[in-house]
């Protein structure tokens, strides 16, 4: 009798124990699929922010791309219309000479070559300055992107670091 009664307590007991069990399972399952779903946003909230943060990059990039080109149409049109100053000042002073010194022509075009060869050399002088000066300033610009892009990329890295450090800190 003792025994059956032994027993049939250990039955009970065994029962409640697989009952506790299977409500403790069903609890962490339960939690685990909080987490989970907490994880998926975390990663999603980090994906729409770095998709903002390269947007943004992004369009400060093709804004100075678009700042510097038309920088360079300006300087171009600047140089040209230069230029073309430079080459009709050269013909007037071409004629002009040549209407003067007619019976004295070598003497004179050997006198308006070295000017020609002169204002060549000037304009092809500031030719290359503002060529130089406008690489300058695509350098300076490109330089300044870079230290933005820079900042941008670790201002990212630690907000990933910070969320994925709360994420494992919720898992743990």
């Known amino acids: 009798e003792v025994q059956r009664k032994i027993e ?32 998926e946003e975390v990663k999603d909230e980090v994906q729409r922010k770095i998709e903002e943060v390269e947007g943004k990059v992004q369009k400060r990039i093709e804004g100075v791309e678009d700042k510097v080109q038309r920088k360079i149409e300006e300087v171009e049109g600047k140089v040209q219309g230069k230029i073309e100053e430079v080459k009709d000042e050269v013909q007037r002073k071409i004629e002009e000479v040549e209407g003067k010194v007619k019976k004295r022509i070598e003497g004179v075009e050997d006198k308006v070559q070295r000017k020609i060869e002169k204002v060549e050399g000037k304009v092809q002088g500031k030719i290359e300055e503002v060529k130089d000066e406008v690489q300058r300033k695509i350098e300076e610009v490109e330089g300044k992107v870079q230290k933005m892009t820079e900042r941008v990329e670790d201002k990212v890295q630690r907000k990933i670091e910070e969320v994925e450090g709360k994420v494992q800190g919720k898992i743990e």
């Open 8 to 39: 049939e307590v250990e039955g009970k007991v065994q029962k409640r124990i697989e009952g506790v069990e299977d409500k403790v399972q069903r609890k962490i399952e339960k939690v685990e699929g909080k987490v989970q779903g907490k994880i």
